[in-house]
């Protein structure tokens, strides 16, 4: 083999490599969207539910609770700190983080497409070189 196959050989393995961790941060970042859905129907539909709701604790196990303030809620800041916020707000809040979530997923999603063209580009050179040395 030759110097030049082998140097190829691992830019092919290295762009793997990192189109795979591109796809990694993009299912990180479709799973938080999908989070952000989530939270924001269950909000929604307690909001609308004036009696009891079943609450899952885990296990498979639920308990009754009656809803007292569906306009306020309580959020998880980091660090162990948890801030009521007003429901609107932070409704406004979250539609602004998916948004920006999503322009990233894009952005992301062009990137993999640009280096999967890359990537094949180098395939058939690599190919072309194991042709040359048979």
Do not use: C, H
Request: charged share 40%; glycine share 2%; no cysteine.
């Amino acid at each position: 083999m030759t110097e030049e196959f082998k140097r190829k050989v691992n830019e092919l393995s290295l762009m793997e490599a990192q189109a795979q961790y591109m796809e990694k941060q993009l299912e990180s970042i479709n799973a938080n969207i999908n989070e952000i859905e989530i939270a924001k129907s269950a909000i929604e539909e307690l909001r609308k539910t004036k009696e009891e709701v079943l609450v899952p604790i885990g296990a498979g196990v639920s308990i009754r609770m009656k809803t007292v303030d569906t306009e306020k809620i309580l959020v998880r800041v980091g660090a162990g700190v948890v801030v009521e916020k007003d429901v609107e707000d932070w409704m406004k809040e979250i539609d602004k983080k998916k948004e920006e979530l999503i322009k990233i997923a894009e952005k992301i999603q062009l990137e993999l497409e640009r280096f999967a063209e890359i990537f094949r580009e180098k395939q058939a050179e690599v190919r072309a070189l194991a042709e040359k040395q048979r």
